[in-house]
C-alpha cells in the first residue's frame, strides 16, 4: 500500500499520528499543497475530491477521508484498539470522535482557510464574515469539550482512542487559524498537553 | 432505550431511515427545533451540542450523532448489513459515508442554513455570502457523485449501505435549499430516485 500525504496539513496529520500509535510505517509520497498538486490530473485520478491522504492498495484500490483510513488500519493492526472494544465503547468514540471534528475541528478550519491569505486560492471564495463568525463557534466547542474531559482523562474515557487525534490536531490547528485557547479552560488545556507530549504527536 | 428525534431535520431522518432499514422501532420523543427545544435546559443536559438526534439507553447514557447511533444499532441488529460485511467493504462504506457528508450533505445544509429566513435564529450570524458559496461546492459534489455511480448501482458497490442512506437525505434537503438537481446528471438522478422510492424513505 502507499499512502498520498499532506505535510502540515491536519487530515494527513490525523492519519500519521494513529500511524505512530499503532508502531507502524507505510510507504509515503508527499502531495504538495502549496503547488496545489492535489488538483492535478493524476491526483484527481487518485481521490476526485482533491483531498489529502489518500490510501492505495497494491491492488489499485484507493480509500480517502482520513477516519476511513484509520478504521482500515485498525482493522489490519487490532493493537493498541483506538477505535472501541465493546460495542458501547465504540459507539462513545464514534461519538467524540465526530463532535470533535464537527463542533472543533470543523470551526477551527474554516476560520483558518476563509481568513488565512495563503488560503486563497485553495478556498475561492474566501468569505471573510465566515470566517469570523466560525471563531465563537470554535470557542463554544472548546468550552463543552472542558466541560466534559471534567471527569476523564480522554475525550472518550479513562484512556486514548482516535477521538483524541482528532481532538489534538484541531487544537494545535487553532494556532495558525489565530484563535487563542483560552488559559482558563483547565481541563482543555490538561488534555491538549498530555496529548501533545506523546510520542505520536511529533507525527 | 429512547431516541430523541426532530421531526423534518435531516439528522433525524437519517437514523429513522436506518432503522426502518432494519426493521425495528425504538420509542421516541420529539424535539421540537421550531421552538428552539433542542436549546432548552433539559435537552442541553442530555446533548451539550444542542443537536438532534440523541439515543439515550436504559442506565441513562447518552449516544449523540447521527452516525454513532446507527453503528451502535448495526451491533445490536446485525442484519441486514448496512456499515459493510468485509474488512475492504467496511473502509469503502466509511469513505463514501463521509465523502457524502463532507461533500453533498454540508455544502447543501450550509446553502440553507445560510439563505433560509427561518433558519435566522438558529444560525446565528447568517452570513449570506457564505450560503452562496456553497452552491457550486454542492452541485461539485453532485457531478462526482454522478460520475461515481457510472458503473455501479450504489454508492459504495452493488448493495444499499447506510452511505446512500446520507445521499438520500442530502439529496432531498437540495430542495428546501432551492438548489436544483441538474438533470444532466443521470446517474445521480437514477440513484436518487432508486433510494427515494424505497419504503424507508417514507421515514
Same mark, same amino acid.
Given at each position: 500500500m502507499k499512502l498520498y500525504d499532506g505535510g502540515r496539513a491536519p487530515n494527513p496529520r490525523r492519519v500519521r499520528i494513529f500511524l505512530a500509535e499503532k508502531g507502524i510505517t507505510v #510507504?509515503?509520497? @508527499?502531495?504538495? =499543497?502549496? $503547488?496545489? @498538486? $492535489? &488538483? +492535478?490530473?493524476?491526483?484527481?485520478a487518485i481521490n476526485p475530491? $482533491? &483531498?489529502v491522504p489518500a490510501l492505495v492498495l497494491d491492488d489499485g484500490t484507493v480509500i480517502a477521508e482520513s477516519i476511513a483510513i484509520c478504521r482500515y488500519i485498525e482493522? =489490519?493492526?487490532?493493537? #493498541?484498539?483506538?477505535?472501541? %472494544?465493546?460495542? =458501547?465503547? &465504540?459507539a462513545l468514540v464514534e461519538m467524540w470522535q465526530r463532535r470533535l471534528e464537527w463542533r472543533l475541528f470543523l470551526p477551527i478550519? $474554516? %476560520?483558518f *482557510?476563509? +481568513?488565512h491569505p495563503r488560503m486563497a486560492e485553495m478556498e475561492n471564495p474566501q468569505v471573510p464574515?465566515?470566517?469570523a463568525a466560525n471563531r465563537p463557534k470554535a470557542l463554544r466547542g472548546m468550552g463543552i469539550v472542558d466541560e466534559a474531559l471534567r471527569d476523564r482523562r480522554f475525550i472518550?474515557?479513562? *484512556?486514548?482512542?482516535?477521538?483524541?487525534?482528532?481532538?489534538l490536531v484541531a487544537l494545535d490547528f487553532a494556532k495558525p487559524a489565530r484563535i487563542a485557547i483560552p488559559p482558563e479552560l483547565a481541563h482543555?488545556? *490538561?488534555?491538549?498537553?498530555?496529548? %501533545?507530549? &506523546? #510520542? +505520536?504527536a511529533a507525527a
Open positions: #510507504p509515503t509520497e @508527499q502531495v504538495e =499543497l502549496g $503547488q496545489l @498538486q $492535489q &488538483r +492535478s490530473d493524476a491526483y484527481t475530491m $482533491q &483531498r482493522e =489490519l493492526h487490532p493493537e #493498541p484498539n483506538l477505535f472501541g %472494544a465493546t460495542t =458501547l465503547e &465504540r478550519a $474554516q %476560520a *482557510r476563509h +481568513s464574515g465566515w470566517g472518550a474515557g479513562d *484512556r486514548f482512542t482516535v477521538a483524541d487525534i482528532t481532538g482543555l488545556n *490538561r488534555w491538549h498537553e498530555t496529548l %501533545a507530549t &506523546r #510520542p +505520536s
